[in-house]
């Protein structure tokens, strides 16, 4: 394992949800599993006038009630900052110096922007200005929390805004499915086994089809989201990052350079979609009112902060294609929405039916298509679907599972997506956080798409009962198959299962 060096990690927005939620919930793992470094301390920033008490008394809300915890709360304070001028930086500057001399932490400093982007543009200029953002001795780093732009251009302004205060390698954009250790596991499953790899490519695949269902609405963020949308919320970064893990070259070797050169070069393969083109290949829905187990569940334009006549898409299902030597012709599936019948994420690999059939097959709907469903979360592992004889007279096939689940490895646990992240960036690893150019790469795939929804009111926006699969016009997307329809448990699907 690598050292971490001593550090201090600064958290602007530290008043927020993701910082209660996610950050100190992950910090204080790391800390549990010694991870942390020897001397380290976390400095909370945000408007609110907190003191060091008062911030821990708020953060401890989502830490276990267990011994430890308190030793580990000693680490954080908290400085409140105002961020119009340069000045306003300085308490925070002088509190991290009173801080690192106190406590003798080297003054490496990771910077986490935790705040509304807004202030994307704002806070590396005040750290610069303040001499914060690099020292000849010591790193400085620049976490960045999504949303990273809300469209092509807006991405590009921030990468040139950030660029001016902070190096490249010293910027880190974090897409917290990239920590995922499933997604993870995809280029590990790809590339470490010989019996994949052979068949990972046109020859062998039909079809790659990705499913990101979420059973929740937009839970009090409809204000954010109404402006946002699956496209810009799940697909423009989370799915296309999964994308590249899925359909990327092997790499030379695993660091930061070569997997992120690997996928900037799926991203500029993706063929991009037509204005004129985009009715056909994209479907967007929003889901409307309905009942739930006998709930009655309000339709989008009924949740707070939502527009009463919003066109956001709540779901979006696309069909597009890789254009390179491995991927020629395989049409690869994505879709992904709020209020669908449970929270699943998974990829579906299907391969090729063989050349010539000689057996019956039992189920019409199965006809022997091998399926490899790497499963991301829930029940998070692998299965594989393969034709098998049915015992008895005659030579019927039929579809039978070999699956792994992750909850099987009982001396391991598998650790949520922060952790990881957090502690890659103390040690300085970017293998898993996204390049500038890539995200660049990834909106300029989806800006077309947004920009013909946005000039072509007519392209229809389907409405879906909420609690079902979306509407029927995704389905339409593949030719003459079906989406898998997962369950909580990797083996289910089909009709009946437990959501
Ligand atoms: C976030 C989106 O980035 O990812 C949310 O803003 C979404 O809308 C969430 O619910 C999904 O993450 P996960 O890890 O639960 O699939």
């Not at 001499?131 to 302004?157: H, Q």
């Not at 096939?397 to 001396?411: A, E, G, I, R």
């Not at 029927?472 to 959501?499: H, M, Q, V």
């Amino acid at each position: 394992m690598k050292q971490t060096e001593n550090q201090i990690l600064i958290i602007f927005g530290a008043s927020g949800d993701l910082t209660k939620r996610k950050l100190i919930p992950a910090l204080y793992v790391l800390f549990k599993q010694n991870l942390l470094p020897k001397k380290f301390a976390v400095v909370g920033a945000s408007r609110s006038p907190l003191t060091d008490e008062t911030f821990r008394t708020k953060v401890d809300e989502f830490l276990p009630k267990e011994e430890g915890v308190e030793s580990f709360k000693k680490m954080l304070f908290y400085q409140p900052v105002l961020t119009n001028t340069a000045d306003d930086l300085i308490p925070l500057k002088n509190r991290l110096k009173y801080i690192s001399n106190d406590l003798n932490i080297d003054k490496n400093f990771v910077f986490y922007l935790s705040t509304p982007p807004s202030l994307y543009e704002v806070i590396p200029r005040l750290l610069w200005e303040n001499k914060l953002s690099k020292s000849s001795k010591y790193f400085r780093r620049l976490i960045v929390e999504k949303p990273f732009g809300t469209d092509l251009e807006s991405a590009k302004k921030l990468n040139i805004n950030l660029l001016n205060y902070f190096k490249e390698d010293m910027i880190y954009r974090i897409d917290h499915y990239l920590g995922k250790e499933t997604v993870q596991n995809m280029l590990v499953t790809r590339f470490s086994n010989g019996i994949f790899e052979p068949l990972w490519n046109r020859n062998y695949i039909e079809r790659v089809e990705i499913t990101s269902a979420e059973s929740l609405g937009v839970e009090g963020r409809g204000g954010y989201y109404d402006q946002s949308g699956a496209m810009r919320d799940m697909l423009q970064n989370h799915l296309l990052q999964l994308v590249s893990f899925v359909a990327m070259e092997p790499p030379t070797v695993i660091n930061a350079t070569a997997i992120r050169n690997e996928t900037i070069k799926v991203f500029q393969s993706l063929r991009p979609i037509p204005e004129n083109m985009v009715s056909k290949y994209v479907i967007r829905g929003q889901y409307t009112e309905s009942k739930i187990r006998n709930n009655k569940v309000v339709g989008y334009r009924e949740e707070p902060g939502v527009d009463e006549f919003s066109r956001t898409e709540t779901f979006v299902a696309l069909k597009f294609f890789i254009d390179n030597w491995r991927w020629a012709g395989v049409p690869f599936y994505i879709r992904t929405g709020k209020k669908l019948p449970t929270r699943v994420t998974e990829v579906v690999i299907h391969f090729k039916s063989v050349p010539h059939h000689l057996f019956d097959s039992a189920n019409s709907s199965s006809t022997n298509n091998n399926q490899l469903i790497i499963r991301i979360h829930p029940d998070e592992g692998i299965l594989v679907k393969f034709g098998m004889k049915t015992p008895g007279a005659g030579f019927e096939v039929q579809t039978v599972n070999m699956d792994f689940h992750y909850s099987d490895l009982t001396d391991t646990t598998v650790s949520a997506a922060y952790e990881r992240l957090l502690l890659d960036c103390m040690q300085g690893d970017a293998t898993l956080y996204a390049r500038g150019d890539a995200v660049e790469e990834a909106w300029g795939f989806v800006q077309p798409i947004i920009d013909a929804w946005q000039n072509n009111p007519e392209i229809p926006v389907y409405g879906y009962p909420a609690g079902t699969w979306g509407p029927e016009e995704a389905s339409k997307l593949i030719a003459n198959a079906e989406w898998r329809f997962p369950c909580k448990n990797l083996t289910d699907d089909g009709l009946y299962c437990e959501l």
